[in-house]
């Protein structure tokens, strides 16, 4: 009954054969520890041959999906239970199939009747099959054991050492007998957080060795689980005057089987460390071919091979620390908390390596009909570039759904507070300021802010005559870009590793500028080497904040000047380097509320806080708007127009009843001598036709000339900027170099960076306003400054 391939099971099952029975003691104890929750609840039961486990299953009242991969055990279950109701049959390889066809909500119940010892990658399956559990959920391991059963059927059998294999990652285990079987009930997170340990104290002066890294054509990474109870990958010491890709080769067989030629062994990163005290060279060698079965031959030193799915790699328990840096090398980020180490990555580069699984390809393709019917890529080369490249390759650390959700943005470093430093965008976002560029074939790129994947998008959209640079200030995201492009990239991008507010240093510029520049994180400002280093004609897409509120701009180059064509709402990681910067932000009320200076110093502020705990004025605007509309143009109109703009925040968990601003949100607001207006909108309508309108608070002396203010200013924008359409227009944008004089400036607000000048002009701004008081903003017209 040792059977390994579906073949050999599909034979039996057609053949008629069975297998053991459910007992009466199996049946009691799963209606007793597993009891159908109020409710209803849903059951997988995997392996489940001719579907006696699945119909009693049901019987108890669960809703049952069934998977088998013998055609033959779902065709004899189907026949065998034809009155069974409740059950879902389908024909599913749970090791290597797209597990697409499992229910997406998960499962309260997870049943594998004698077939654990019948997987080759168990520790992997029963991860992705606890992830698949919903809270208090359950999955349960039903087998024989290999004490008190015949040598010959040791293959059919776990002992006690794989059981503990088995449960070492649960929270909650709980183990019975049954009918002479032995019956895991396992619950609770399926996660021990990955922990680099060291072997006993080695001998000699010094210790030399490689380690290989092999994937499968599913993109799983090959560890082994050693005797002495730790997870490894396949290597060891060199032999005498053997080089280290040698060694590599010639360990992989030894001890799994694994055949692979020299010529495809590359020496990527070299390692070095300490054991015990004892210096310790280890050279990491990545295997991009292989041939042959995997197997065990080292029994006395391995119990067995796996190949492991790279997001599962953070939660295996103890793993050698070599090995641990190894694959940390490889994929760096895939497992965090790691000792500290040297690393040298050696210069030598080798062919991409493909592989991945088919749900990979089914969520990828997913995700671009996603964000193609979103009207965010409605070019071609944009559709086929999220078709093709593989996003999760460029976030090893996330689990294929989390990687493909069109509308996630997937962090991958973070800083001592937590606070994200680098992530991949969420795919919409990205694809909606590549389209922004206007990328051609054979068009030359230049993106700031790397991670790899929308660099790779890039490129696919240039096609092979086409080049982008990708660079980055930190040096980490750097090297983690460098070796996912290694992996899995085209060969059409190249890394650089500096500040991107100095602009790139003149051997990368092409002659005459790029024809596009993509910027990937949040710009307070835009420097100039951006303007320089764009061609003429050429398209600079960047998130750029105004007043505090971020878009996605796309500018033109015509001469000196930039041109805005496109504005797309958004947020991105802060910016680092030149470009950091730190909004001034003052506290009241022991830190209820935040006044925000987005554009400007902190000013008017003398008397705020008595002003807050006085009486509250407010004014109606008139002004409202329905359920899903859009209101940043009035963010941004506010922003650029209105004298005194600032931003009133309330913190996360704070009392909002003062001001009454949802917790952890703010409001568009003026400050001006101790007093403030701001911002909300209440709702006046809660029928089908839901309705808004947006009111002014007020405190302070001059509280209700600034609500006036205000409210005129919600007006004006519903009049001259949303109109009769409903549609809110954006504001023709120009960005001027700093230094630029006022009359040399086109008409409209004009905020000034310090590297740049804005001119904002808003539809019916032909009236003039006073001059700003507390932001960095100024009106120009016809040529002259006020």
Known sequence: MAYVSEQEWARHYADGKDFRPLGDGEQALLAGQVPVPKGGGRALDVGSGTGQLAAFL????????????????????????????GVRWMRLDIENDDPGELHPEGYDLITLRLVVPFLPSRSRVLHALGERLRPGGALVVITPTAEGSAPERRDVTLDENELRQITDAWELVERFDADGLTVLVLRGPCHTDTTAVEKGSPTGHALTGALAIVTDPAGRVLIGRSTRGMWEVPGGKTSGP???????????????????????????????????????LTAVVRITAFSGTLTNPEERLFERWEFHDLHALACIGPLFTPAAQALAAIWPGIIPGLPPIHTYPLAATHPPVSGEPAEAVRLRHAMAEKVIAGDWAPSVPVQEALRAVPRHRFAPEKDLKTAYDDDLAVDTRRDESGRATSSVSAAWLQADMIEGLRLEAGATVWEAGSGGYNAELAAHAVGPGGRVVTSDIDAYVVARTRRFLAEAGSGRVSVFHGDAALGLPSHLVPRGGFDAIVITYNCWDIAAAWREQLAQG???????????????????????????????????????????????????LDGVVQVRFEDGQPQGLDGLEVALRGPRHEVATGVTMGPNFYFGSLQLFAATTVPGFCRLAVAEGMDTSI????????????????????LKHVKTRSDAAQEWEWMVHAFGERGPALAQRLADTVRTWDHNVRGAEGQAADPVVTVHAAGTPDHRLPAGDVVDKERCRLVVQWPGRDALL?????????????????
């Open 242 to 280: 053997e080089d280290f890709a040698a060694a590599a080769v010639r360990e992989l067989a030894e001890e799994t089987g694994v055949v692979a030629a020299q010529q495809d062994a590359y020496v990527v990163t070299m390692l070095v460390d300490d054991s015990h005290g004892v210096p310790r």
């Open 770 to 786: 006073p001059a700003p008081a507390a932001t960095s903003a100024s009106r120009i017209t016809a040529g002259k400054s006020l």
């Open 659 to 678: 001001v009454q601003i949802a917790s952890g949100s703010d409001a568009p607001a003026l400050l001006e001598e101790g007093s403030l207006a701001y």
């Open 538 to 588: 050429g398209r600079l897409v960047l998130p750029l904040e105004i007043g505090g509120y971020t878009r996605a701009i796309t500018f033109r180059r015509e001469g000196d000047v930039l041109v805005a064509e496109k504005f797309t709402h958004c947020g991105f990681v802060a910016a680092q380097g030149a470009h950091a910067r730190s909004t001034p932000v003052v506290g009241l």
């Open 58 to 85: 049901a019987s108890l009242g669960y809703t049952v999906d069934a998977c088998d991969f013998a055609d033959s055990a779902i065709d004899r279950a189907r026949q065998e239970h034809p009155d069974t109701e």
